[in-house]
T-cell receptor, first 114, second 114 residues
Framework: DQQVKQNSPSLSVQEGRISILNCDYTNSMFDYFLWYKKYPAEGPTFLISISSIKDKNEDGRFTVFLNKSAKHLSLHIVPSQPGDSAVYFCAARDLTSGTYKYIFGTGTRLKVLA | DVKVTQSSRYLVKRTGEKVFLECVQDMDHENMFWYRQDPGLGLRLIYFSYDVKMKEKGDIPEGYSVSREKKERFSLILESASTNQTSMYLC?????????????FGPGTRLLVL
């Protein structure tokens, strides 16, 4: 059973507009969330994180929002640039696991059109 | 900068062969992970290790084993490769420290089993 879901496999956005990538989770014990970006033939690279004690974290053009009651996470990219075209993964950690193991979503492929 | 290296970028093996995938990290991280990435399935955890000689099964350990004899090195072993193990394999490492637990990934090994 998929505990972390990214229901949109792909998304296309015009350059300069906002990209919104969504992630839903089922486990209320998840306490820390990460977003990664992956280019073809490369490993994922860390983008931004958020702890469950916050509802927003911002880093430049990237903002992550957390709605704990809805068990929903979103990544906003403003303004979107062609170099942002990649696959984006969200990941969540289970506090009760006692480990730093993360569960990843299936990914959303973002295409930013010039 | 954290560096995670994987021994091969591309591998072609025959069914039944024993396959070794090596991963080395240079930042003294306690945790190391092996994932496979398949289209539509995202990153799935095969095994992870939180200390030397320690290992724990992830979500899909069947057909795989691991070895961690030194802190910096984590090996994934396919005892008898099968065609359904054709995939992109990603290694990652992280610290065991809350708030500093970002996983750093290697470039990946694309394995083709014929």
């Amino acid at each position: 059973d998929q505990q972390v879901k990214q229901n949109s496999p792909s998304l296309s956005v015009q350059e300069g507009r906002i990209s919104i990538l969504n992630c839903d989770y089922t486990n209320s014990m998840f306490d820390y969330f990460l977003w990664y970006k992956k280019y073809p033939a490369e490993g994922p690279t860390f983008l931004i994180s958020i702890s469950s004690i916050k509802d927003k974290n911002e880093d430049g053009r990237f903002t992550v929002f957390l709605n704990k009651s809805a068990k929903h996470l979103s990544l906003h990219i403003v303004p979107s640039q062609p170099g942002d075209s990649a696959v984006y993964f969200c990941a969540a950690r289970d506090l009760t696991s006692g480990t730093y193991k993360y569960i990843f979503g299936t990914g959303t492929r973002l295409k930013v059109l010039a | 900068d954290v560096k995670v290296t994987q021994s091969s970028r591309y591998l072609v093996k025959r069914t039944g062969e024993k396959v070794f995938l090596e991963c080395v990290q240079d930042m003294d991280h306690e945790n190391m992970f092996w994932y496979r990435q398949d289209p539509g399935l995202g990153l799935r955890l095969i095994y992870f290790s939180y200390d030397v000689k320690m290992k724990e099964k992830g979500d899909i350990p069947e057909g795989y084993s691991v070895s961690r004899e030194k802190k910096e090195r984590f090996s994934l072993i396919l005892e008898s490769a099968s065609t359904n193990q054709t995939s992109m394999y990603l290694c990652a490492s992280s610290l065991s420290r809350a708030g500093k637990e970002t996983q750093y990934f290697g470039p990946g090994t694309r394995l083709l089993v014929l």
